[in-house]
């Protein structure tokens, strides 16, 4: 399975986003998907999960600013980012993997920066 996130960028505070994840290869495999993020100096931190059945969780910080959706069609997993902060500047990556919290496969990672 081979993931590529992408539609990070510069937005002002408040403004929105929304991160794509597309995923190739054999992705009948894959169960759960999620995305992370890491910010300078800090552990990278889980951000929201989705599985096959479309069952969601999030973090704390984003709850109810970010939403995961998934569109198995289009082989395709989505973190729409809206009122951003700037505490929410970090590297995005997306993950995938058999179930949630085993993510075999990683993206590549698609910078989000917010401005105050």
């Known amino acids: 399975v081979q993931l590529q996130a992408s539609g990070g960028g510069l937005v002002q505070a408040g403004g929105s986003l929304r991160l794509s994840c597309a995923a190739s290869?054999?992705?009948?495999?894959?169960?759960?998907m999620a995305w992370y993020r890491q910010a300078p100096g800090k552990e990278r931190e889980l951000v929201a999960t989705i599985t096959s059945g479309g069952n969601t969780n999030y973090a704390d910080s984003v709850k109810g600013r970010f939403t995961i959706a998934r569109d198995k069609g289009e082989r395709q997993v989505y973190l729409q980012m809206d009122s951003l902060k700037p505490e929410d500047t970090a590297v995005y990556y997306c993950?995938?993997?058999?179930?949630?919290?085993?993510?075999?496969?990683w993206g590549q990672g698609t910078q989000v920066t917010v401005s105050s």
């Open positions: 993950g995938a993997g058999a179930s949630l919290g085993e993510y075999t496969y």
């Open positions: 290869g054999s992705v009948f495999s894959v169960n759960g």
